[in-house]
């Protein structure tokens, strides 16, 4: 499955009438936050692929908005959101944590142990991919990076250190991240942390996953499941 990774910025590769000749193989799309969702509607629109996304700290946080307007927003744009949930797709485990670390108390930050309770909110799901689909995950989309890969000494841009014990712990094959920005071509975009290679989507990425034996796909329709 091939998987165009978007954040942070509008990318003007992306955001082109010549979007479909440049990425019309692309099987999904992941947004890693900070999007407007009219971008994320353009790419919808154009590539007519499923795309899957995590809130950052500078989106509007739909659950706390009054307006019928603005809790839909993200929905009316196409996209699926998969903060704290579990989505499957073609056979690919999918699994989303969004937002920052807390630095001002604005929407959709969290402290140490917050990230930590949304990922035992995942947990159940996670052990039933365990046990009836062979594994428990193979992507998990984040917002913030990991704690010492790719994020930056400011509280704002620190990385979550539940994040290191995730991949430790459930081993998924990608964990894609936004948030950090990359104005330097020799800037680090690819680590390695055990199983795990930890990619920061700034701008666009493409990566290839190949798609899991058929007796592991077992279940691939079922729907994404909130905890």
């Not at 990774?5 to 590769?13: G, N, R, T």
């Not at 992941?30 to 996304?53: H, Q």
Request: proline fraction near 7%; glycine fraction near 8%.
């Amino acid at each position: 499955m091939k998987i165009l990774c978007i954040s942070d910025q509008i990318d003007p590769v992306v955001y082109t009438d010549a979007v479909k000749a440049r990425f019309g193989d692309i099987d999904l799309i992941l947004g890693a936050g900070d999007l407007p969702f009219e971008y994320l509607d353009f790419i919808v629109s154009s590539l007519n692929k499923p795309l899957l996304f995590v809130l950052g700290n500078h989106d509007p946080n739909p659950s706390r908005k009054k307006s019928p307007f603005q809790r839909t927003g993200a929905a009316s744009c196409g996209a699926i959101p998969i903060g704290s949930r579990i989505r499957v797709e073609e056979g690919l485990i999918f699994a989303g944590l969004g937002g920052s670390m807390r630095y001002n108390n604005g929407d959709n930050q969290y402290t140490e142990g917050e990230m930590r309770l949304s990922i035992l909110k995942i947990l159940p799901a996670l052990l039933f991919n365990r046990l009836f689909r062979g594994r428990f995950l193979d992507v998990l989309l984040t917002h913030a990076p990991p704690f010492g890969i790719h994020d930056r000494p400011d509280r704002c841009h620190r990385g979550f250190k539940p994040f290191l014990w995730f991949m430790r712990t459930f081993k998924p094959k990608y964990l894609i991240h936004g948030h950090i920005h990359l104005y330097d071509l020799s800037e680090t975009r690819v680590s390695r942390y055990h199983a795990t290679s930890v990619i920061n989507a700034y701008g666009h990425y493409v990566i290839d996953i190949p798609q899991p034996p058929a007796r592991l796909r077992r279940f691939h329709k079922r729907p994404d499941t909130r905890l």
